[in-house]
């Protein structure tokens, strides 16, 4: 328990009042998918489940952690040489010759737009040096990003025995990728030309080209065992959400109608502004505008406490914020706008969270 001081802040909030229909434990979305998520990517809220934490074949959408990877290697504009390996491995192509010398952007684009796996490959041995050793940058990422179910043994997402993730280590992926610049950019294609090509590749994320004009990127998968696999993203009202669904026979339609409900339901409400806060006639310091997605009930039961830590530090306390009697987010608070030396404090603060530093007494 911690035994450092409760103070509760009184926040008002003034919310739009927009939704007409009031979640309750069954939101009454029912999908095709074995396994689904869908959630907010801002906070990483998940605002629908169903069996997203089981581990399961993920086919292509393996590729999302192939293409972010490669864009933050800081290569994309060095030119990958296509070996033999790549040419001839099996499944979607996006014809690659051997010997090509082709710029590593535009294999992640023939990557993330065609699927192609012979992109694939020549990634990765540009990248990793060869396709084993990228692997292992592929599950040191997902290590560091928490997606706990999650084993990958290729860069393009064929059927393996040690390959496999869930629905939701899925969507925290593609909620960290849609943070970068760069693969916003090429998720969101609905075509690329190659320096290298006549013709132009058309995006095969028919939720972004055809079905539901909210999305702004996604990544399609498909072998007979995974069934159809598909990450997507869409942005709507101010907020972003993260759909995913694993074999799913009717996908397209499982994610706009994950998206319609979310969308309907829900709204991202700012908590806290960055700035200045008083509490008890003390200043403290709040490094970011904090947004959460709330339903209208829980905007009307929602709690903020802080509780302050005894430490000589930059950072103060915490903020903890409750629907009812649930913690749903904890954020840090500063005894001043932070300095250098926020980069300690974020450590001690993340240890305290995780469970591996104590709260001061």
């Known amino acids: 328990m911690r035994k ?7 926040i008002i909030l003034l919310l739009p009042i927009g939704w007409t229909q009031q979640v309750g434990a069954n939101p009454g979305i029912s999908v095709s998918a074995a396994h689904a998520v869908l959630m907010d990517a801002a906070s990483g809220r998940v605002l629908y489940e169903k069996e997203a934490y089981h581990s399961t074949l993920i086919a292509s959408t393996t590729k999302i952690m192939t293409a972010i990877i490669a864009i933050e290697s800081g290569k994309l504009d060095e030119k990958a040489k296509v070996s033999r390996r790549a040419v001839y491995t099996e499944g979607s192509s996006i014809y690659l010759t051997e010997k090509e010398k082709i710029p590593l952007k535009d294999l992640v684009y023939g990557l993330m737009l065609r699927s192609g796996n012979d992109s694939a490959v020549a990634i990765a041995e540009h990248v990793g040096g060869s396709v084993e050793g990228f692997t292992q940058l592929m599950n040191e990422k997902a290590a560091w990003l928490g997606m706990n179910d999650s084993h990958f043994e290729n860069p393009h997402g064929l059927d393996g025995e040690t390959h496999y993730s869930s629905a939701y280590d899925l ?9 970068n610049k760069t693969f916003r950019e090429v ?11 006549d013709y132009a590749w058309g995006n095969k994320n028919k939720l972004l080209t055809r079905y539901y004009e909210p999305t702004n990127g996604g990544k399609t998968g498909f072998t007979k065992k995974a069934g159809r696999t598909l990450v997507s993203s869409a942005e709507k009202g101010g907020m972003e959400l993260i759909a995913v669904t694993l074999n799913a026979p009717d996908d397209w339609n499982d994610h706009m109608q994950m998206y319609e409900w979310g ?7 700012k908590l806290q502004s960055e700035g200045t ?6 200043k403290f310091y709040l490094p970011r505008d904090i947004y959460y997605p709330l339903t209208l009930n829980e905007r009307e039961s929602l709690k903020a406490s802080f509780y302050r830590s005894s430490e000589n530090s930059d950072i103060a306390g915490i ?3 409750m629907i009812g009697q649930q913690p749903v987010l904890e954020t840090p608070v500063w005894s001043e706008r932070p300095k250098f030396s926020i980069f300690t404090d974020i450590k001690r603060f993340m240890g305290r969270l995780m469970g591996v530093a104590p709260w001061s007494t």
């Open 187 to 197: 998720t969101g294609a609905e075509k690329y030309r190659s320096e290298n090509r």
């Open 171 to 179: 969507a925290l992926l593609m909620a960290y990728s849609m943070k």
């Open 277 to 282: 806060l008083k509490v008890n006639g003390e």
């Open 263 to 269: 969308f309907k339901n829900f709204e991202s409400v």
């Open 4 to 10: 450092s001081l409760c103070i509760f802040l009184v």
């Open 319 to 321: 903020t903890q914020y």
